[in-house]
C-alpha cells in the first residue's frame, strides 16, 4: 500500500511540475512567438505529452524490479554452468537486439503520430474555437470535417496502429525465441553433449520463471516509447519558450539601458 501510494503522489506531482514549469515558459513568452508555435501545440504538451511520461514514470519502479529478476536470475544460471550460459546468453541477444531493431522501426511510427496529434489538436481547437462560422456554411463544414479532420486523425490512428503492431511482433518474437532457447536446452543439448540432469532442470525452471519478467519488459516498452516521444517533445518547446523569453529579457533590458 505504501509503494503504491508513494507511486501515485510521485507519477501526481510530475504532472503537476510539469504543468506549471511549462506554463510559466509560455506566460513568460512574446505573444509572437506563441502565435507561432500555435496554440494546438502547447495544448498537446500540456496534456496529452505529460501524461504520458506520468504513466511512463509509474511504470518505471516495476521495470526496475523485473531487471533486477532478470540479472539475479543470470546471474544463477552462470553459476550453475557457464557453457550452458553462454549457449543461452547467445540466443538472448539476438532475442534483444532483433527485438530492439523492432522497436526502433515502432519509434518512428510512433513519433510520426505524435506529429499529426499537434495538427489534431489545432482541428479540435478549430472546432470549439469557430463552431459558429462552420455551423453557417455547410460545405465548409463538411470541408473541414472530410479534408482535414477526418484525413489528420485517419493518418494518427494509420501511424499509431503500426507502431503499436510493431511493438507487439518484437514482444511476441521475443517470447518465441525464449520458447525457442528452453526447447534446445531440453531436447537438443543433451543431444549434442552430455549434461547432468540436475543442471539442466535448473536452468529449465529459472527460465521457465524468468519468463513473466521478460514479458513484462517487453509489454512496457510501448509506454516507454511514447514517453520518450513525448519529452522530446516537451523539452523542444520547453528550450523553444526558454530561448524567446531569454531573447525577450536582453531586448528589454538593452532598451531600458538606453533610456
Given at each position: ?18 504543468q ?25 504538451a ?110 494518427r ?30 531436447f ?19 527460465m ?9 519488459i ?37 532598451l531600458?539601458?538606453?533610456?
Amino acid at each position: 500500500i505504501i509503494s503504491q501510494v508513494s507511486l501515485i503522489h510521485l507519477s501526481q506531482g510530475a504532472i503537476f511540475e510539469l504543468q506549471i514549469r511549462l506554463s510559466r515558459k509560455i506566460l513568460s513568452s512574446s505573444l509572437r512567438h506563441l502565435e507561432e508555435l500555435g496554440a494546438s501545440r502547447l495544448l498537446a504538451a500540456l496534456t496529452d505529452d505529460i501524461q504520458s511520461v506520468s504513466g511512463a514514470i509509474f511504470v518505471i519502479p516495476f521495470l526496475c524490479i523485473d531487471i533486477a529478476i532478470v540479472i539475479g536470475c543470470l546471474i544463477y544460471l552462470s553459476w550453475l554452468s557457464w557453457p550452458v550460459f553462454l549457449v543461452m546468453l547467445g540466443f538472448l541477444v539476438v532475442a534483444v537486439f532483433s527485438a530492439q531493431f523492432l522497436i526502433s522501426k515502432g519509434d518512428r511510427f510512433i513519433a510520426l503520430g505524435r506529429e499529426q496529434q499537434d495538427r489534431l489538436f489545432k482541428h479540435f481547437g478549430a472546432i470549439t474555437e469557430g463552431i459558429k462560422e462552420l455551423k453557417l456554411h455547410q460545405k465548409r463544414r463538411q470541408a473541414f470535417l472530410s479534408q482535414e479532420l477526418q484525413s489528420t486523425a485517419a493518418a494518427r490512428r494509420r501511424y499509431r496502429a503500426a507502431g503499436l503492431n510493431i511493438f507487439a511482433i518484437a514482444t511476441n518474437w521475443g517470447q518465441f525465441l525464449f520458447f525457442f532457447t528452453i526447447g534446445l536446452l531440453l531436447f537438443g543439448l543433451p543431444q549434442l553433449t552430455a549434461i547432468n540432469a540436475s543442471i539442466l532442470s535448473g536452468y529449465i525452471l529459472t527460465m521457465t520463471y524468468l519468463m513473466l519478467p521478460l514479458r513484462s519488459i517487453l509489454e512496457m516498452l510501448p509506454n516507454l516509447s511514447t514517453a520518450s516521444v513525448a519529452l522530446n517533445k516537451i523539452e523542444a518547446l520547453g528550450l523553444s519558450l526558454a530561448s524567446q523569453s531569454e531573447e525577450s529579457s536582453t531586448v528589454k533590458n538593452d532598451l531600458n539601458s538606453s533610456w
